[in-house]
């Protein structure tokens, strides 16, 4: 499975962004897809997560409110919409995609990485 998340760039603070990832190869073997970010310094940290069968999601608690999963099948497109966006929210965020067939949570529970987009958002 091929992943490539784009859509990252400069934002000031309480502006928004969709992120894609655009997923190719034999993604009938993944059970979900996620979005995880990490900021300078900082361990990688879990976004949400989508199931690729029927669309359940699941958040970060930090992330509810703000940030919205979503999918498009056809396209074998996973989105992310984030709104508010604050300054630290700045990060390089990473789609991935799991085998696992819980709500994945952690890096070590997805088996295919996309290469990243940077998100910087300005005070």
């Known amino acids: 499975v091929q992943l490539q998340a784009s859509g990252g760039g400069l934002v000031q603070a309480g502006g928004s962004l969709r992120l894609s990832c655009a997923a190719s190869?034999?993604?009938?073997?993944?059970?979900?897809l996620g979005w995880f970010r990490q900021a300078p310094g900082k361990e990688r940290e879990f976004v949400a997560t989508?199931?690729?069968?029927?669309?359940?999601?699941y958040y970060a608690d930090s992330m509810k409110g703000r940030f919205t999963i979503s999918r498009d099948s056809a396209k074998n497109t996973v989105y992310l919409q984030m709104n508010s966006l604050k300054p630290e929210d700045t990060a390089i965020y990473y789609c991935?995609?799991?085998?696992?067939?819980?709500?994945?949570?952690?890096?070590?529970?997805?088996?295919?990485w996309g290469q990243g987009t940077q998100v910087t958002v300005s005070s």
């Open positions: 991935a995609a799991s085998r696992f067939t819980g709500w994945a949570t952690m890096p070590y529970e997805y088996d295919y």
């Open positions: 190869g034999p993604i009938f073997s993944i059970y979900a």
């Open positions: 989508i199931s690729w069968d029927d669309g359940a999601t």
